[in-house]
């Protein structure tokens, strides 16, 4: 049984997935099968998240079902984790027609329930696969190929968050190179999520010093036990994994 305390965000969680399953914010409801919530355990330290469902995921309402989740799960083995102990979710919750690339419109109507997502699971890393997932999450235009493998510290929801980019598998399912690289940058998982992140909590100090908990952890090294270094976003590096 969960802590009482998890009780009210458990709630929130199912609000939220009752809301998903019946959006009609954009004209990808009027195509779906059925929307796709994302799946797993809503208290995973580790969320992944792709682009959107496609046909066997449209079917079932779930995440991840065809030959890319298979990749996935295959990958998540390789590290000795199940997708049961992660948390799954995409940028749209509905399939785009004939799987054609998401629109900004639908990702502007779609984005609120990721980032409530994400603030109700509170992970400690979050992993986007593929350009869509990071330059949303990242709020960067810089795409995949130049920013994988790479972790960057981001405060999502008021907490300090790994936000972790890899190759989506469905690109390297057809790409040897690329699967390569997606296996290199998998194994390093383990090690981020033991990483230490700095507390979002920590009183504001005025003047000299001041901005956010993972500002001021950044410029005070208190990150640099963190993994092996992290990149604290598009501003500056650390030198990392
Ligand atoms: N690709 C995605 O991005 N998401 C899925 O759920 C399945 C395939």
Redesign the pocket.
Known sequence: MPPATDQPRGDEFEDLRREVERCTLCALHETRTRA?FGEGDPHADLMFV?????Y??DQQG?????S??KLLEELLASIGMQRSQVF?A??LKSRPPDNRDPRPDEIAACEPYLWRQIALIQPRVVCT??N??TKLLSGEPTGITRVRGRAQLREFGGRAVYLYPIF???AALYTPAMLATLREDIVKLPELLASPLPESTLPEPAGEGAGTPVERAVDSGALSAAGGGVDPGPTEQLGLF
């Not at 779930?62 to 065809?66: A, E, K, L, N």
Request: charged share 10%; aromatic share 8%.
């Open positions: 796709v792709g682009e959107a469902p496609g066997h995921e779930r995440p991840f079902v065809g890319a989740g799954i995409n940028v696969l593929g869509f997932a989506h598998p469905a």
